[in-house]
């Protein structure tokens, strides 16, 4: 059984940061890729930031603000997010896709909410 919790969200004033971090826990041979997402009320789940080997991909709305990585040795991926404004405000997701030795699946986070308000 393969889980993902996330952590760190939370408020935080416009132009502030937060660090978010997923870990990987469970039967887990091999983690490949590992995608962050968000939901905003009332609107689809969409991508934000994905990391595959040293491939790393940013939504342009968070390019040169958010940062994605991972620690290998965890099964952590973090999301570093700097200046933030009130429109990142949505429940945050992580994504992996990962090999239990059977087969490779992928798995999702439970969520954690982040609001941006003054």
């Known amino acids: 059984q393969v889980q993902l919790v996330e952590s760190g969200g939370g408020l935080v004033q416009p132009g502030g940061s937060l660090r978010l971090t997923c870990a990987a826990s469970?039967?887990?041979?091999?983690?490949?890729?590992m995608r962050w997402y968000r939901q905003a009320p009332g609107k689809q789940r969409d991508l934000v930031a994905v990391i595959s080997g040293t491939n790393l991909y940013y939504v342009d709305s968070v390019k040169g603000r958010f940062t994605i990585s991972r620690d290998n040795a965890k099964n952590t991926v973090y999301l570093q997010m700097n200046s933030l404004k009130p429109e990142d405000t949505a429940v945050y997701y992580c994504?992996?896709?990962?090999?239990?030795?059977?087969?490779?699946?992928?798995?999702w986070g439970q969520g954690t909410q982040v609001t941006v308000s003054s």
């Open positions: 994504n992996a896709d990962i090999n239990d030795r059977r087969s490779t699946s992928i798995y």
């Open positions: 469970g039967t887990i041979f091999t983690i490949y890729t």
